[in-house]
């Protein structure tokens, strides 16, 4: 079992940015994918982006590519989301998850089977 924990959550201006970051304590961080995704109330958790396992490949939704930016560093067992330009559709609790049966992953929230606790994320317009 793999354990996430999250931070950098808050409240941004439109235009604005912010970093997150998930620690993962429990296995191997190296061996496994890990993905970000969001979610507002009332609407299905939503893919945001997701990193290979020795981060060679990234993935984006539409909705975020060339704004957001997700990367690890596997020594320091660390996944991060690096959000730019942020806009107030961008508001949501942003979760980070662990695919531990997979070093490539996929984009589908089903397929992680480990979850952070979620980190609020604020964009005023």
């Known amino acids: 079992q793999v354990q996430l924990v999250e931070s950098g959550g808050g409240l941004v201006q439109a235009g604005g940015s912010l970093r997150l970051s998930c620690a993962a304590s429990?296995?191997?961080?190296?061996?496994?994918?890990m993905g970000w995704f969001r979610q507002t109330p009332g609407k299905e958790r939503e893919f945001v982006a997701r990193?290979?396992?020795?981060?060679?490949?990234?993935y984006y939704s539409d909705s975020v590519k060339g704004r957001f930016t997700i990367s690890r560093d596997n020594a320091k067992n660390t996944v991060y989301l690096q959000m730019n330009s942020l806009k107030p559709d961008d508001a949501a609790v942003y979760y980070c998850?662990?695919?531990?049966?997979?070093?490539?992953?996929?984009?589908?929230?089903?397929?992680?089977?480990?979850w952070g606790q979620g980190t609020q994320i604020t964009v005023s317009s």
């Open positions: 998850a662990a695919d531990t049966s997979s070093g490539w992953g996929t984009s589908a929230a089903a397929d992680f089977g480990s």
């Open positions: 429990g296995r191997t961080f190296s061996s496994y994918a």
């Open positions: 990193i290979t396992n020795s981060g060679g490949h990234t």
